[in-house]
């Protein structure tokens, strides 16, 4: 186990309102300070999600790529794409659906100047809000659309982020492995790594079900890092058993909570951060720089960073 951890941090979600985090960023230029100023608190993973003009969850690679270039002129950090692009909650009425499509997603790769990670889900989960006004959000990837992504990602250069949402996603990244599609190295760190996506509809956010699941993927995947989230008031329970199980990446940010792990409620995702690196260093564990994190994940032929 090495004594750095990656800290992802995803600071806006697809559904977060001013109304329900007042300091969340919205637009590009101020997510660009937002990013600056959680590296300086120990973040080195940025995992965006865009609004348009009306304040709704966005796919558009042109605003993508804005916030791109926007964050790099302030951070140093690397902007993962949430690939599935997210649910979105209609301005006026409220309700929340999902409309985009395999060829959305596809389009999202597209974004110029390019992220340096980008995430795919395996699989298919019926995402969980509670207290939301919304009739269905399945969130599906057909294996057409897997081997299209999976290879389109990789050949970029970027940084695969494979989503488990459940045992049975693990088990088929295991079937596209062995069909090659993660290349000659398989599904191994740097290049791509693993993220348990606890709770949000997926599997049970509870200590036993994460036990579980990293001792079938280190069977299955023994040289994949791993990345674990967990749905709110599961996330700091959960992040830390990630740390002692000998994860060495975790996520935080008010996409999964909203809360510090005192139950109080954050005043910022600056905030959120500074609580995972305090967890952290309980167990002696300190926060990876950018660059460590880069040496941890990114491909070896990635180079400069894409325009």
Do not use: W
Request: proline share 5%; charged share 25%; glycine share 8%.
């Amino acid at each position: 186990m090495t004594e750095k951890v990656i800290i992802c941090v995803a600071p806006t979600g697809a559904l977060n309102t001013r109304e329900s985090a007042p300091y969340m960023a919205y637009t590009v230029e101020e997510q660009a300070l937002e990013a600056k100023n959680c590296e300086d608190a120990g973040a080195s993973v940025y995992h965006v999600h865009v609004r348009d003009e009306r304040g709704a969850n966005s796919g558009d690679p042109k605003i993508y790529g804005e916030l791109v270039e926007h964050v790099r002129a302030h951070s140093n950090q690397l902007i993962q794409i949430g690939g599935a692009l997210g649910p979105v909650r209609d301005p006026d009425t409220g309700i929340i659906g999902y409309p985009f499509t395999e060829e959305d997603r596809l389009e999202a790769l597209k974004t110029k100047p390019a992220p340096d990670m980008f995430t795919v889900k395996i699989g298919a989960v019926e995402l969980r809000i509670p207290a939301e006004n919304y009739d269905t959000i399945g969130l599906r990837n057909s294996p057409k659309f897997l081997r299209q992504a999976i290879p389109t990602v990789m050949n970029k250069g970027l940084c695969l982020e494979l989503e488990i949402f459940d045992l049975g996603c693990l088990y088929n990244a295991k079937i596209l492995e062995d069909e090659g599609l993660f290349g000659p190295n398989g599904l191994s760190s740097p290049g791509c790594y693993m993220h348990y996506v606890m709770g949000h509809g997926g599997q049970p956010a509870t200590m036993k079900h994460l036990v579980y699941m990293y001792e079938e993927g280190q069977k299955l995947f023994p040289n994949a890092e791993i990345c674990v989230s967990a749905a709110a008031d599961h996330c700091y329970s959960l992040v830390t058993t990630a740390m002692l199980l000998g994860c060495n990446m975790v996520r935080c940010g008010i996409e999964d909570s909203r809360r510090l792990s005192n139950g109080e409620r954050a005043t910022s995702n600056v905030e959120i951060v500074e609580n995972v690196v305090r967890i952290a260093r309980e167990f002696g564990r300190d926060a990876a720089t950018v660059e460590e994190a880069a040496e941890m994940l990114m491909p070896k032929n990635a180079g400069q960073r894409a325009a």
